[in-house]
């Protein structure tokens, strides 16, 4: 299976995809572009260090959003996978690409949706909300992307405890090490091998 995997920062989910596939936990795929909206992302340069074709296309470059979605979608028009991954992609799909790519894009959101999930919440602002709410069990989730923010079908959860003295960054870190880097390699397996 080819997949595109989409990134806007640090990448470490895209780096638990890049060494699950290397130490076979996921098999028969191959990631044949890495795509950024934004330029500084250090996971262009974990692409670069694993010799995997990466591109930033930025909304910057374009006059208008219209044409920055256009823009997107030709890429995946061009390279034509069978999956596209966001691993921490912090921009809003295009409809465009939702209906011309049903079933075919996922997405890691870091709580246990539906909880804090949709407009707003992405990145720390999650675990943020997490704290604030005072909840005792978070997680991460994988869903299908639909034309909704975190709406479209799960296919994987995992729950991750909150303890005390947890700040933003550290809880974060934890459902990183405990859910989404073991979730989200484990539901690209998945659907490489029809078992979604
Ligand atoms: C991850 O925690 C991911 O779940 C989250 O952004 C972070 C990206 O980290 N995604 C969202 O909040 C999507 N709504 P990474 O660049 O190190 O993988």
Same mark, same amino acid.
Not at 28 to 39: A, F, L
Not at 82 to 106: C, R, S, T
């Given at each position: 299976m080819n997949i595109v995997v989409l990134v806007s920062g640090g990448g470490t989910n895209l780096q638990a995809i890049i060494d699950a596939i290397n130490n076979n936990t996921i098999?028969?795929? $191959? +990631? #044949?572009?890495?795509?950024?909206?934004?330029?500084n992302a250090y996971a262009l340069v974990r692409a670069k260090e694993n010799n995997i074709p990466a591109k930033c296309i930025s909304p910057r470059e374009?006059?208008?959003?219209?044409?920055?979605?256009?823009?997107?979608?030709?890429?995946?028009?061009?390279?034509?996978?069978?999956?596209?991954?966001?691993?921490?992609?912090?921009?809003?799909?295009?409809?465009?690409?939702?209906?011309?790519?049903?079933? $075919? +894009? #996922?997405?890691?959101?870091?709580?246990?949706?539906?909880?804090?999930?949709?407009k707003g919440y992405y990145g720390l602002k999650v675990h943020e909300g997490a704290l604030a709410r005072g909840v005792k069990i978070t997680g991460a989730t994988v869903h299908f992307v639909d034309e909704g923010t975190d709406t479209g079908p799960i296919i994987l959860q995992k729950a991750v405890e909150v303890q005390p003295d947890d700040t933003p960054e550290v809880l974060q870190r934890r459902v990183m090490e405990e859910a989404e880097w073991v979730i989200l390699p484990k539901a690209i397996d998945m659907i490489a091998h029809g078992d979604v």
């Open positions: 098999r028969d795929t $191959k +990631i #044949i572009e890495v795509v950024s909206n934004n330029q374009f006059d208008t959003r219209d044409d920055f979605n256009s823009a997107l979608v030709e890429e995946m028009d061009r390279l034509s996978p069978d999956l596209i991954v966001l691993a921490g992609f912090l921009v809003n799909i295009p409809a465009e690409m939702v209906k011309k790519y049903p079933n $075919k +894009i #996922i997405n890691i959101h870091p709580s246990l949706i539906p909880s804090f999930c949709g």
